[in-house]
């Protein structure tokens, strides 16, 4: 099994982006300056690789070594590009099942419904590149595996691949509480994409508008909410029930 792996210093984690790796995160100590932190800062927005700027404290946390001001980590898996993945598993189903998980932050959330979506037969996951949880220890071991088991694409923005899919015949549907329709209302038998929000905020507006129906479920308690990773559960398996 793959270990996530942490690299530090400006020059390796340029050298990292550059050779392509699998970077989940990069951590930038606020301040930094030099042509170098320069070039790296361009390299990464150039990339498309999340980055945030920390104090040395939290860097010093995160490793013990000379770390220049600079940390990153390695992703265990290799992340799959957007448009082959579809093209790929439409051409061989005629009912692909995807998964899209929007701004999605807790890793063990994260562990647990890729565990659900390999469990029922989902053909891939779909995140963002920012602001997405990273494949961490904790999110293998929630897997329980899974993540090596099905193929995961990370894009830039999500309303695009929203728009991609629906391009490739794939109906897309946002899991709201702001709707009146039922998953239980919602045909989920043919090529499928189903969209999970964040767990403190939800799905995007711009994504619950752009998607082909919105669904929730039905809430009989006091409580007016479920945990993301169960909510997808019940999700995912109405669309086994119904495509079974």
Known sequence: MTKATQIYGIRAVM????????????????GLRGDLSKELEFLMRKQGISFSYVPPEKLNRLCKNNHQGVVASISPIRFHDLEGLVENITADKKAPFFLLLDQLSDVRNFGAIIRS?????????????????????????????AVFKIPIAKVDHLKDAVYFLQASGISVVAATEKTNKSIYDIPLTGP?????????????????????????????????????????????????RQRQ
Do not use: H
Not at 15 to 30: L, R, T, Y
Not at 229 to 235: K, L, N, P, Q
């Open 15 to 30: 050298e990292a982006i550059n050779a392509d790796e699998p970077i989940d995160k990069v951590f930038v100590q606020k």
């Open 117 to 145: 979506a390999e469990c029922t037969g989902v053909d891939g996951i779909i995140i963002q590149k920012r602001g997405s949880a990273p494949v961490t220890a904790d999110t293998i071991k929630t897997s329980a595996g």
């Open 192 to 240: 499928l994409a189903i969209v999970m929000g964040a767990e403190d905020t939800g799905i995007s507006p711009s994504i619950v508008k752009a998607a082909d129906y919105a669904a929730k479920l039905p809430m009989l308690g006091e409580i007016g909410s479920l945990n993301v990773s169960v909510a997808c559960g019940v999700f995912l398996y109405e669309a086994v």
